[in-house]
C-alpha cells in the first residue's frame, strides 16, 4: 500500500491497518451532539462555581463527528485480540470461554441497578446468592466457610496471610518465616512479604514437586504457613501433598492454598482434604468472568473452622428465609473492600456453577487436563519437556534446543504466534525452566483447535531452522510490530501534546 492510501476512507474498513489516533481525525469545529439551546436564563461559569479554580484554556478534546467516534472504537476493538476472535493458550490464568448466560445473568437489573447501601430487607435476594455461593465455594474447597469479600487472587492472598497471622497471634505466637516453593507464582512470596513475613525459599525436586529434603530443613517452630499452588505453574499435581500437609502441621504451620489453578480440579479432588488450611479461589479465572488486562476479580477466601473468626467483616448469615449481614465478630481481621465484594462477578460466579452442577464441574477440570496433555503430546518432538509426567491443566515446554541449534528463543516464537493469529503463551515462568513456555489450551476447545495450534508452532521451528530472522522480525502481520518492552515499560507515553 502506497504512503497515504492507508488513511483514505474506504482503506480503514480493512482489518489489519493501521488507526491513527482520535486526535489525528480532529477538525477545528467538528462536533458530534449538539445540545439544544437553554431555556433558562445563561449565567457565567465563574458566577455558578464563584471560589472554583477554573482552567483559563479549553480542554484537549478531539473534535470529531459522532460517526468518526463509532467508527474509530469500533476499529480499535476489532483490533483488540479477544477470546471471541482467537485461541488464547493462556488459558484460564488469563481467559477461558465465559458462557453468555452469565453475562445476561449479571445484567439482570435487580442485581446490576442494585445499590450497595440498599438496607438488608430490600437486597435479600443478592443476600440469598451470595449466601448459597459461600456454601457451594465451601463444598467445592472441603472448607469450613468462605468470605466472598476480596476482590481478586492478589487481594485474597492477602486476606488469607493476614488471616495466619491474626490466627498465630490469637494463640500467643510471633511467627517470623513464610515458606514457599521456587515454582510458585510471583505474589505469593510478595504477599508473605507485605504483611512483614521473612520469605524462604522451597527448592522443587525432579519431579517439578516439593523437595521434602529441603521442606524440612525449613521446618521449625518459626514457621507460619506454607503457601503452595496445586497443580503448581508447571502444571504438575504434588504426589506428596499429603505428607508435605503433615509436616507442615507438625510444627505448627499452616498450609496455604492459591487457587489460581483450580481450573484442574474442581470436582475432582479438595484442598481442604489435602490438608490445606486456607484456599483462596479467582472466581474470575476457575468460574468464569472475562477479566483481561486486569478486571474485574473476585478472590474468595475459605478457611477451617478454627480460623473461621478470624474472617473478613461482614458474613452473611442466614436465619430461617432471612439473610443479614453479620459485623459483629471481634476476632475478624476487619473489613478489605468497599461493599460486599465484586458482585457482578459472584453473579457468574454463582450462574457457572448452578448450570454445571457438581458434575459438569468435574467434567471442566477432566477436559482441561485431557486438553492439555493432548497438546503436549503434540508438541513434546519439538520442545524439551523438563519434568516429562502426566500434566494437568497445563504444561510447560522449553524453547532450548531450539535456540541451542538456531539462535531462536521462546520470545521470538511467541511473537512469531501472533502473525499465525494466536495469542501467545505465558513465556519465561516458572524461572526455574530456562526459555520456558506455559501452556494451558482450557476445556472449552476443540480438537481441531489444538490440532491446528500444534501445526503453527511445528511451522514456526521449522522457520527457525530454515530462517531465523524471520522470527526476530515478528510479528509482522499486526497493526503494530515488535515492541521495546523494557522502554514502554520505563518510559511509558501516557499523554498526546496538542498538535
Same mark, same amino acid.
Given at each position: 500500500?502506497?504512503?497515504?492510501?492507508?488513511?483514505?476512507?474506504?482503506?480503514?474498513?480493512?482489518?489489519?491497518?493501521?488507526?491513527?489516533?482520535?486526535?489525528?481525525?480532529?477538525?477545528?469545529?467538528?462536533?458530534?451532539?449538539?445540545?439544544?439551546?437553554?431555556?433558562?436564563?445563561?449565567?457565567?461559569?465563574?458566577?455558578?462555581?464563584e471560589?472554583?479554580?477554573?482552567?483559563?484554556?479549553?480542554?484537549?478534546?478531539?473534535?470529531?463527528?459522532?460517526?468518526?467516534?463509532?467508527?474509530?472504537?469500533?476499529?480499535?476493538?476489532?483490533?483488540?485480540?479477544?477470546?471471541?476472535?482467537?485461541?488464547?493458550?493462556?488459558?484460564?490464568?488469563?481467559?477461558?470461554?465465559?458462557?453468555?448466560?452469565n453475562?445476561?445473568?449479571?445484567?439482570?437489573?435487580?442485581?446490576?441497578?442494585?445499590?450497595?447501601?440498599?438496607?438488608?430487607?430490600?437486597?435479600?435476594?443478592?443476600?440469598?446468592?451470595?449466601w448459597?455461593?459461600?456454601?457451594?465455594?465451601?463444598?467445592?474447597?472441603?472448607?469450613?466457610?468462605?468470605?466472598?469479600?476480596?476482590?481478586?487472587?492478589?487481594?485474597?492472598?492477602?486476606?488469607?496471610?493476614?488471616?495466619?497471622?491474626?490466627?498465630?497471634?490469637?494463640?500467643?505466637?510471633?511467627?517470623?518465616?513464610?515458606?514457599?516453593?521456587?515454582?510458585?507464582?510471583?505474589?505469593?512470596?510478595?504477599?508473605?512479604?507485605?504483611?512483614?513475613?521473612?520469605?524462604?525459599?522451597?527448592?522443587?525436586?525432579?519431579?517439578?514437586?516439593?523437595?521434602?529434603?529441603?521442606?524440612?530443613?525449613?521446618?521449625?517452630?518459626d514457621?507460619?504457613?506454607?503457601?503452595?499452588t496445586?497443580?503448581?505453574?508447571?502444571?504438575?499435581?504434588?504426589?506428596?501433598?499429603?505428607?508435605?500437609?503433615?509436616?507442615?502441621?507438625?510444627?505448627?504451620?499452616?498450609?496455604?492454598?492459591?487457587?489460581?489453578?483450580?481450573?484442574?480440579?474442581?470436582?475432582?479432588?479438595?484442598?481442604?482434604?489435602?490438608?490445606?488450611?486456607?484456599?483462596?479461589?479467582?472466581?474470575?479465572?476457575?468460574?468464569?468472568?472475562?477479566?483481561?488486562?486486569g478486571g474485574?476479580?473476585?478472590? +474468595?477466601?475459605? *478457611?477451617? #473452622? @478454627?480460623?473461621?473468626?478470624?474472617?473478613?467483616?461482614?458474613?452473611?448469615?442466614r436465619?430461617? $428465609?432471612? =439473610?443479614?449481614?453479620d459485623?459483629?465478630?471481634?476476632?475478624?481481621?476487619?473489613?478489605?473492600?468497599?461493599?460486599?465484594?465484586?458482585?457482578?462477578?459472584?453473579?457468574?460466579?454463582?450462574?457457572?456453577?448452578?448450570?454445571?452442577?457438581?458434575?459438569?464441574?468435574?467434567?471442566?477440570?477432566?477436559?482441561?487436563?485431557?486438553?492439555?496433555?493432548?497438546?503436549?503430546?503434540?508438541?513434546?518432538?519439538?520442545?524439551?519437556?523438563p519434568?516429562?509426567?502426566?500434566?494437568?491443566?497445563?504444561?510447560?515446554?522449553?524453547?532450548?534446543?531450539?535456540?541451542?541449534?538456531?539462535?531462536?528463543?521462546?520470545l521470538?516464537?511467541?511473537?512469531?504466534?501472533?502473525?499465525?493469529?494466536y495469542?501467545?503463551?505465558?513465556?519465561?515462568? +516458572?524461572?526455574? *525452566?530456562? #526459555? @520456558?513456555?506455559?501452556?494451558?489450551?482450557t476445556?472449552?476447545?476443540?480438537?481441531?483447535t489444538? $490440532?491446528? =495450534?500444534?501445526?503453527?508452532?511445528?511451522?514456526?521451528?521449522?522457520?527457525?531452522?530454515?530462517?531465523?530472522?524471520?522470527?526476530?522480525?515478528a510479528?509482522?502481520?499486526?497493526?503494530?510490530?515488535?515492541?521495546?518492552?523494557?522502554?514502554?515499560?520505563?518510559?511509558?507515553?501516557?499523554?498526546?501534546?496538542?498538535?
Open positions: 500500500m502506497s504512503e497515504g492510501q492507508d488513511r483514505l476512507t474506504g482503506a480503514r474498513g480493512l482489518v489489519g491497518l493501521p488507526e491513527p489516533t482520535i486526535y489525528d481525525r480532529s477538525r477545528p469545529g467538528r462536533r458530534g451532539v449538539r445540545p439544544p439551546r437553554p431555556d433558562v436564563p445563561v449565567r457565567p461559569l465563574e458566577a455558578l462555581a471560589g472554583a479554580p477554573l482552567r483559563k484554556d479549553p480542554p484537549l478534546l478531539p473534535e470529531v463527528s459522532e460517526h468518526q467516534v463509532v467508527r474509530h472504537y469500533t476499529r480499535l476493538s476489532q483490533l483488540n485480540y479477544a477470546v471471541d476472535t482467537g485461541f488464547y493458550p493462556l488459558g484460564s490464568c488469563t481467559m477461558k470461554y465465559n458462557p453468555r448466560i453475562e445476561e445473568m449479571a445484567g439482570l437489573p435487580g442485581f446490576a441497578h442494585l445499590h450497595p447501601a440498599v438496607p438488608e430487607e430490600a437486597a435479600q435476594g443478592a443476600l440469598q446468592l451470595m448459597e455461593l459461600e456454601q457451594y465455594l465451601a463444598e467445592i474447597a472441603g472448607m469450613a466457610r468462605v468470605s466472598l469479600q476480596p476482590a481478586a487472587g492478589a487481594q485474597g492472598e492477602l486476606c488469607g496471610m493476614l488471616i495466619i497471622r491474626a490466627y498465630h497471634e490469637s494463640r500467643g505466637e510471633r511467627r517470623r518465616k513464610v515458606l514457599v516453593p521456587d515454582s510458585a507464582h510471583g505474589t505469593n512470596p510478595a504477599t508473605a512479604a507485605m504483611i512483614g513475613f521473612d520469605v524462604v525459599e522451597v527448592a522443587s525436586d525432579a519431579r517439578g514437586g516439593v523437595d521434602l529434603d529441603d521442606l524440612s530443613r525449613h521446618l521449625d517452630g514457621v507460619a504457613a506454607l503457601m503452595l496445586n497443580p503448581n505453574t508447571l502444571g504438575l499435581f504434588d504426589e506428596n501433598i499429603v505428607e508435605i500437609a503433615k509436616r507442615v502441621h507438625a510444627v505448627g504451620g499452616l498450609l496455604y492454598y492459591d487457587g489460581a489453578n483450580a481450573n484442574a480440579i474442581m470436582g475432582v479432588s479438595r484442598p481442604g482434604d489435602m490438608g490445606f488450611d486456607v484456599v483462596h479461589f479467582n472466581l474470575h479465572k476457575t468460574f468464569s468472568t472475562p477479566h483481561g488486562m474485574p476479580g473476585s478472590g +474468595p477466601v475459605g *478457611v477451617k #473452622e @478454627a480460623l473461621v473468626p478470624f474472617l473478613p467483616v461482614p458474613l452473611v448469615e436465619k430461617g $428465609d432471612r =439473610f443479614t449481614l459485623y459483629d465478630r471481634p476476632q475478624s481481621i476487619g473489613r478489605l473492600r468497599s461493599s460486599y465484594g465484586n458482585f457482578g462477578v459472584l453473579v457468574r460466579a454463582y450462574t457457572y456453577i448452578r448450570a454445571l452442577g457438581a458434575e459438569g464441574l468435574r467434567r471442566v477440570s477432566e477436559d482441561a487436563v485431557l486438553n492439555a496433555n493432548y497438546l503436549l503430546h503434540l508438541l513434546r518432538e519439538d520442545f524439551a519437556v519434568f516429562d509426567r502426566l500434566c494437568m491443566h497445563e504444561f510447560v515446554v522449553s524453547a532450548t534446543p531450539v535456540k541451542q541449534r538456531t539462535g531462536v528463543r521462546a521470538d516464537i511467541a511473537k512469531r504466534l501472533l502473525d499465525y493469529g495469542h501467545s503463551p505465558t513465556v519465561y515462568f +516458572p524461572l526455574i *525452566v530456562d #526459555e @520456558a513456555m506455559m501452556i494451558e489450551p476445556e472449552t476447545e476443540t480438537k481441531e489444538l $490440532d491446528d =495450534f500444534a501445526r503453527a508452532l511445528k511451522a514456526i521451528v521449522a522457520e527457525a531452522e530454515e530462517n531465523p530472522e524471520t522470527l526476530r522480525q510479528p509482522t502481520r499486526t497493526p503494530v510490530r515488535r515492541l521495546d518492552e523494557a522502554g514502554a515499560a520505563r518510559r511509558p507515553v501516557v499523554r498526546i501534546d496538542r498538535p
